[in-house]
């Protein structure tokens, strides 16, 4: 597939990283930069490291696992995560299947030694819900992330509901270890506004970022063209996490397209950190509205970084004029 940069290059929107959507930055405690993303085949996982941020656009990239050629992990691999957790790594992916390619799972990697760039990886197979829970994974589900609060471990992944084509709510739960839940799903949000609603119904590729004393959860809307954008969800720290009414919802998105600076369909975020502390969100983006054919397998969503700054009420803010190039 040809590596290019398509569309109207601006002043703000030039790609960090070509051809790589639902990006995923991780910063490991000894300062390591970590990058992985969807490749536009959706045929394999692929992991950068640099000792920067900025380093990562040039890094070295490799394929540290590839599809299957038939049942499950053998079609549309999907949003890969890089964790660290109990002292091994982690990769959290969604994957469906080549005899029924929508039949979409969360699937889990571990590596057996300390690089995971180099190091290899083994199938611990898919995420295993709550003994007491007898709804999670049952149908479409991807978009997994994982934070820690107050000791405990949570999961958040986006799983669809209804019939016909769905609809796309974000659930919770607390994790027992890296591979299994504790408790059963929690509906964390569901797409209640318009702007969710265009085309299809969707909350989905929740990231979360902490910042005095709150947690702050953005997820992507909508069918993933130009009316793809950014919610938020926010809730303190002491709060009980799996209380949805503690949550609130903004009514609306706090990042969504803009032809004059160049950006179309932007979401499906991550956050990482400066050596200064600052907070980055990258995600990724168009360069051009129009797209021929389904979306989803358009290759020109780019990977982009932005500053967040925050407001004095401490409410994180998404523009276009912080981006960092």
């Known amino acids: 597939m040809e590596r290019q940069i398509n569309g109207k290059i601006t002043d703000f929107n030039e790609p960090f990283i070509i051809q790589r959507a639902d990006p995923y930055v991780y910063r490991h405690t000894d300062g390591i930069y970590y990058f992985t993303a969807s490749v536009p085949e959706y045929d394999k996982i692929v992991l950068r490291k640099s000792d920067s941020l900025k380093g990562l656009k040039n890094a070295k990239e490799v394929v540290i696992w590839n599809k299957h050629e038939s049942g499950e992990m053998s079609k549309h691999i999907w949003a890969p995560e890089l964790h660290f957790l109990d002292g091994k790594w982690y990769i959290y992916f969604a994957a469906g299947m080549e005899e029924d390619k929508w039949r979409i799972r969360p699937f889990v990697l571990e590596c057996e030694g300390n690089d995971p760039c180099n190091d290899k990886w083994i199938e611990k197979g898919m995420i295993q819900k709550s ?57 964390l949000t569901t797409p209640d506004y ?132």
Not at 145 to 152: H, Q, R
Not at 203 to 216: C, R
Request: aromatic share 12%; glycine share 6%.
């Open 131 to 187: 003994d007491d829970d007898i709804y999670s994974f049952l149908s479409f589900s991807l978009d997994a992330t994982i934070f820690e609060n107050k000791g405990e471990r949570y999961y958040v992944w986006a799983e669809k509901v209804a019939a016909g084509v769905g609809i796309s709510n974000l659930y919770i739960a607390k994790m027992e270890s890296p591979i299994k839940l504790k408790t059963p799903q929690v509906l």
């Open 194 to 325: 318009d702007w969710e609603r265009v085309d299809i119904w969707v909350n989905e590729g929740p990231a979360v970022l902490k910042h005095d004393g709150k947690i702050y959860l953005t997820y992507s809307a909508s069918a993933t063209g130009e009316c793809y954008c950014m919610g938020m969800l926010s809730i303190g720290e002491d709060e009980n996490l799996l209380d949805p009414r503690a949550w609130v919802k903004e009514k609306k998105p706090v990042l969504s397209s803009d032809a004059n600076k160049g950006f179309f369909g932007p979401g499906h975020n991550s956050f990482t950190k400066l050596p200064d502390g600052s907070d980055v969100c990258v995600f990724h983006a168009r360069t051009y509205k129009d797209i021929e054919g389904d979306p989803l397998y358009d290759p020109n969503r780019h990977t982009m970084l932005m500053k967040v700054e925050f407001s004095k009420d401490n409410t994180p803010i998404f523009s276009y004029e912080n981006m960092i190039k």
